[in-house]
T-cell receptor
Framework: DTGVSQDPRHKITKRGQNVTFRCDPI?????LYWYRQTLGQGPEFLTY????????KSRLLSDRFSAERPKGSFSTLEIQRTEQGDSAMYLC??????????????FGDGTRLSIL | AQKVTQAQTEISVVEKEDVTLDCVYE???????LFWYKQPPSGELVFLIR??????QNEISGRYSWNFQKSTSSFNFTITASQVVDSAVYFC?????????????FGGGTRLMVKP
């Protein structure tokens, strides 16, 4: 398996700008997750997809955040009108779905966002 | 709601010492899954182990072992004969079977420093 791939690794932008991150999951995984991790904390769930359907969103995901997975493969996470508080590591994970028990999520290297 | 607590924020040991990382969880589900992940300085979360709530057998994998005790809601992780390469942040995580998306709730992490 190639692992979960995220792009870019680092993004520095000015407050108020829009940013978009991309995640390519492991190819046979139909579930894709986005998490956010701030310094010194554990990751926090943002949203997840089963194939192309976005099935759950955390209350952490404000109106400025939008995620898509148009063909059930790669996903994008866009943040509009960025704020200082958006500075964090954004992690993408993928897993197999199904009834065979809870499948482990495999994570990418993350995109570190810094807001100036 | 589910919660994971890792009371030890930082542990420092000398190489070859044994070290135990504590994890305590809270959940209302009777079926749930527990995980440990390792996050080295490079940032990628590496899956180490998954445990089902109905399987309380302890597990050993090389220098790693896990002690799952439902009676105390704990899932502790022991590294035997620690090595410098074990230096990382370790996260314990929980997902509930009642949650269709199986999203993970993470603890705050324990930073392990192994000194030569």
């Amino acid at each position: 398996d190639t692992g979960v791939s995220q792009d870019p690794r680092h993004k520095i932008t000015k407050r108020g700008q829009n940013v978009t991150f991309r995640c390519d999951p492991i190819s046979e995984h139909n579930r894709l997750y986005w998490y956010r991790q701030t310094l010194g904390q554990g990751p926090e769930f943002l949203t997840y997809f089963q194939n192309e359907a976005q099935l759950e969103k955390s209350r952490l995901l404000s109106d400025r955040f939008s995620a898509e997975r148009p063909k059930g493969s790669f996903s994008t996470l866009e943040i509009q009108r960025t704020e200082q508080g958006d500075s964090a590591m954004y992690l993408c994970a993928s897993s197999r779905g199904g009834d065979s028990g809870n499948q482990p999520q495999h994570f990418g290297d993350g995109t570190r966002l810094s807001i100036l | 709601a589910q919660k994971v607590t890792q009371a030890q924020t930082e542990i420092s040991v000398v190489e070859k010492e044994d070290v135990t990382l504590d994890c305590v969880y809270e959940t209302r589900d009777t079926t749930y899954y527990l995980f440990w992940y390792k996050q080295p300085p490079s940032g990628e979360l590496v899956f180490l182990i998954r445990r089902n709530s109905f399987d309380e057998q302890n597990e050993i994998s090389g220098r790693y072992s896990w002690n799952f005790q439902k009676s105390t809601s704990s899932f502790n992780f022991t590294i035997t004969a620690s090595q410098v390469v074990d230096s990382a942040v370790y996260f314990c995580a929980l997902s509930e079977a009642g949650n269709a998306g199986n999203m993970l709730t993470f603890g705050g992490g324990t930073r392990l420093m192994v000194k030569p």
